[in-house]
């Protein structure tokens, strides 16, 4: 659960006063959960607290009150999660002593929101999402996901958890209803554009921006679209790095230029990932070539390769008729890909 608290941010709505609400949580209740988590993560509660307070009274405007101060002392307890990573496996082995009352507090404010809600004739189901969580790595997600797949089905509301993709890959198993969010291929198997996915991705970014506005030409939407490789998180973050490279070179609109530096910048951040290059180039070129897990059941150090490789996104998987792979198209322009690439189709 401390994995949890180091992605949640408190600070969010920090600044919506309770009343604006149409359902007011108890004062006392809310203060004495978050006392509990400041009492197992802070040095020196009340001091944390008192100075809080005059924090918050400093700031004009600031009136989100006790409750404003409850979700800023979470915001405290959060940042000693992510001070260091000392700090972190500090907390981490603190909290695991304390499971069992962790659990038992969290399903007790949930039930206290369940009975405030029906008390105000509101709809008493909660749906709680936790992202982020897609990004753990291997072994911390198999820790919260499968060793600890109960205590998380025990908490009393519904929830979505991105669960990293690797953990549906065998041997491990999900004690959950588990779904995919489909990834569009750009490209299909063989290469060739996919016209119906490269739409579908286009309406998506028709969705969020003025394409006329943002991009100079259409062709620049495709492209981007291209290298995103359907993922839509690399498709926001790729869109994202070219309106700051157009900026930069004082435009008003991304043009093909600015996606190609976009591309460059996420492909350079693969690059350094790949350390050393031997053990990751020359497995990224088999799967490209064919398409699917090129690992030898015996391979166990290639295993883990490979599950490193789908968890950071450089090997995307997509569906279809059939279950296939291939990586991340920026990848496809690095130099020590391509070396791996032709060496691998010349033997």
């Known amino acids: 659960m401390t994995r949890l608290m180091e992605h949640f941010d408190p600070r969010a709505s920090a600044g919506r006063p309770a009343s604006e609400s149409p359902v007011e949580l108890d004062q006392k209740f809310v203060e004495k959960i978050t006392d509990w988590f400041a009492e197992r993560t802070l040095e020196k509660v009340e001091e944390t607290k008192a100075q809080i307070k005059t924090e918050a009274e400093a700031e004009a405007g600031f009136k989100a009150g006790w409750f404003g101060n409850a979700l800023r002392l979470l915001a405290r ?79 009393r509301a519904n929830f979505i958890w991105t669960a990293p993709v690797g953990l549906k890959l065998a041997p491990y198993r999900l004690d959950f209803t588990t779904r995919y969010m489909p990834i569009p291929a750009p490209r299909l198997r063989d290469g060739t554009e996919n016209a119906p996915a490269l739409d579908g991705l286009r309406k998506l970014l028709t969705a969020r921006v003025d394409l006329d506005a943002v991009f100079d030409l259409p062709a620049t939407v495709r492209q981007l679209c291209l290298y995103s490789g359907g993922s839509l998180r690399d498709l926001i973050r790729l869109l994202g790095d070219a309106q700051l490279a157009a900026l930069e070179a004082g435009q008003t609109r991304i043009d093909s230029a600015a996606v190609k530096n976009s591309a460059k910048e996420f492909r350079l951040e693969f690059e350094r990932a790949f350390m050393p290059g031997e053990y990751y180039y020359p497995l990224l070129a088999r799967v490209h070539q064919t398409k699917q897990d090129p690992v030898a059941p015996e391979d166990e150090s290639g295993k883990d390769r490979f599950l490193d490789l789908i968890a950071n996104g450089s090997i995307l998987q997509y569906n279809g008729e059939e279950y296939w792979l291939d990586i991340q198209p920026t990848i496809q322009e690095s130099r020590r890909f391509q070396d791996a690439f032709r060496k691998l189709t010349a033997a």
């Open 77 to 155: 307890i959060q940042s000693s999660f992510l001070a260091n990573s000392d700090s972190r496996l500090t907390q981490r082995r603190k909290f695991d002593n304390y499971t069992t009352d962790l659990f038992l507090r969290v399903n007790e404010f949930l039930d206290h929101v369940h009975d405030q809600l029906r008390k105000h004739r509101q709809p008493d189901q909660l749906l709680l999402i936790q992202d982020n969580l897609d990004r753990l790595h291997p072994g911390p997600g198999r820790r919260l996901f499968c060793d600890n797949g109960q205590l998380l089905r025990s908490l």
